[in-house]
């Protein structure tokens, strides 16, 4: 089977550029000496998980419990649930414990905290801890830290903290000084339960950008990041990798041409609509058209429309094209994290155009 062949709109994963990616963040980590616990939240395919782990130390991320079940049952089992828990959710982690998974949860809230404490089968538990995203997390200095370790108690493992506002930094030089905010916030806040008598055994951070690019991670225990395997559009813009470090595509036929456009079959639920390049130094719309062998030779022919299922490409006018209905194209997507939701498995090639594994993936929650 190759590429041509293929239904659209379909994942294409390249696995030459994926294990290509994954071996810049181990070298990265290792010069460090951290393990990665690496984020499957994009992936969400064991074949993938496989080769991220490449016999490295340490357990996984995920962001929902079916993901959870999903790299449990297929023999993964030190899980980090890196989403707040809610106490209803408790359950159902306790029922992952009895299959033998060791999941541990995430809370910057009292009455979680108590409710964990409370639970038959209490998990361990991280304290979030914000280090500049304002998302969610406590402050490393604050008063609510120390509290939330008294509710958790003997349950408590330790912070973990996200630094996602690294999106927002340009150059390397700013996404370093976002990594040592990161690593400042969540060492402070281990630190200061130390001090105060509680176990902190676990310093757990990570973005793709803040893991690639930090200078001094000394106090941190492990590092979380995801989308560092597939890369996009956006992440190349921030310097996480170049714009070849993209291994996830889009295939997609074309169903329509007028001057200076082609419509495509992939809309935004096969591209999604994210539009993270649109404050980054190139808009790429919603993804950038390349050949079906991936080759940028459209030059800036770019999805400018995405309706549900239809996408608009505005063709570069410096390189014309005339592609008759049924030809296909790959898009690199904007945010593959998104772009990868809505499909349930990966066509696997190895830099060529021969479809040489498909790779399924869980969705869901």
């Not at 496989?50 to 297929?74: C, K, M, N, W």
């Not at 106090?219 to 291994?247: C, K, N, S």
């Not at 649109?278 to 995405?306: F, K, M, Q, T």
């Amino acid at each position: 089977m190759i590429l041509a062949d293929l239904p659209t709109p379909c994942l294409v994963l390249d696995r030459s550029v994926l294990k290509r990616n994954i071996r810049s963040m181990a070298g990265v980590l290792s010069r460090h000496h951290l393990p990665l616990r690496p984020h499957m939240k994009t992936a969400k395919s064991i074949d993938v998980a496989r080769l991220a782990i490449d016999g490295q130390p340490g357990g996984i991320t995920v962001s929902t419990l079916a993901e959870a079940e999903y790299f449990a049952a297929h023999g993964l089992t030190d899980i980090l649930y890196a989403v707040a828990i809610t106490p209803q959710k408790l359950d159902q982690i306790a029922k992952l414990a009895e299959t033998g998974a060791r999941v541990i949860v995430v809370t910057d809230d009292l009455d979680v905290a108590s409710a964990i404490a409370r639970h038959p089968h209490p998990p361990r538990a991280l304290i979030e801890v914000d280090s500049g995203e304002a998302r969610s997390g406590v402050e490393p200095h604050g008063d609510l830290l120390l509290a939330l370790a008294e509710r958790l108690g003997p349950n408590l493992a330790g912070v973990m903290t996200h630094a996602g506002h690294s999106y927002a930094a340009r150059g390397v030089a700013a996404i370093a000084a976002v990594a040592e905010a990161e690593r400042a916030a969540a060492v402070t806040a281990a630190e200061r339960l130390r001090a105060a008598g509680y176990p902190a055994p676990i310093v757990s951070i990570g973005s793709s950008p803040t893991a690639l690019h930090a200078e001094n991670l000394s106090g941190v225990t492990e590092v979380r990041a995801g989308v560092y395997m597939f890369g996009d559009l956006f992440q190349a813009q921030i310097e996480t990798h170049a714009l070849d470090g993209i291994a996830m595509t889009v295939l997609t036929s074309v169903i329509g041409r007028r001057p200076g456009q082609l419509v495509v079959d992939a809309g935004g639920l096969a591209l999604s609509k994210d539009r993270s390049t649109e404050n980054a130094p190139h808009d790429y719309g919603y993804g950038l058209a390349l050949d079906l062998a991936g080759r940028r030779s459209l030059g800036d022919a770019i999805v400018r429309r995405a309706y549900q299922e239809h996408g608009v490409i505005a063709l570069d006018p410096a390189h014309p094209i005339d592609l008759p209905v049924g030809s296909k194209l790959r898009i690199a997507p904007n945010h593959t994290c998104m772009t990868a939701a809505a499909h349930d498995r990966y066509y696997v090639t190895d830099g060529d155009d021969e479809v040489v594994a498909v790779w399924r993936r869980v969705n869901g929650w």
